[in-house]
């Protein structure tokens, strides 16, 4: 702005500007041709000159206004806790980056009214239920893997939560004969879902369906008034690889599908020796 231009008298003026939002006056500066003095001063919101005239003066005041900047930053929650999966962040200007659950992007000196996009790229996303937040700005409703929006006057804080999709384990208890009597329990322990156990018989079976993938899981099983040294036994679950493979217990890592496991019980033969005297 260019003041003190035309038919004035000598004295001292103060030109005053307001900044509009998303804007700050950074600098004010003036210039005299003349015997008059000139300053400027800056406020958070204003911008002030003050010009001492003499006759004849002539005063230039310059105003500079800058577009505000802020921060976004981007949150990573997975559930389980413990899941170990990685994801690509993106937030503003700042992009690429991996990060895991418990960890955050931030990105500095976002212009306020630019477009903004937060959210996450990865393989294994069709894993989980994803949920996106934010505070400091409206998004989308149900927004799930990412979000754009006019940057504000102000820091935004995103959280995108990644939940991994619970699977179901089964285990099935096989007896041979199938008149066989015995009984026994069935056990399926998970690191985070837990242990389930039931007591089975012939074609009975236990499921747990709160199992995470990734999660490490046993399935076993123990007599009930039976001894297993009664049988040979054998436990499968099938494309999914036992570690060790057992016969009456093994462990695997939970894939992102349901395991059915079946544990075979085979009643060994009975030889029995009567002695008759005569």
Sequence with gaps: AVYGVGDVLPTTYTFTETSPSGWTTTSVSCSVIGTGTGSGSTTATTGTATIALNQGDITTCVFTNTIKAHTVTLNKVVVPSGDAGTFALTAGTCSGTTKSGGQSLSCASQAVFSSIAVGETGTNLANYTSTLTCSGVSIAANSTTSATFGMPDNDVTCTLTNTRIQRTVTLTKVLFPATDAGLFMLSIAGTESGTKTASTALGL??????????????????????????????????????????????????????????????RLATLAIQKICA
Excluded: H, K, R
């Excluded at 008034?225 to 060790?244: D, Q």
């Excluded at 992102?256 to 544990?263: F, G, I, K, N």
């Design 205 to 266: 079976s236990l499921s747990d369906t709160t199992v995470y993938g990734g999660d490490s899981v046993t399935v076993s099983e123990t007599g009930i008034g039976t001894s297993l040294s009664s049988y040979t036994s054998t436990l499968n679950c099938g494309s999914t690889a036992l570690t060790p493979g057992g016969t009456t217990s093994g462990s695997f890592t939970m894939p992102d599908a349901d395991v059915t496991c079946t544990l075979t019980n085979n």
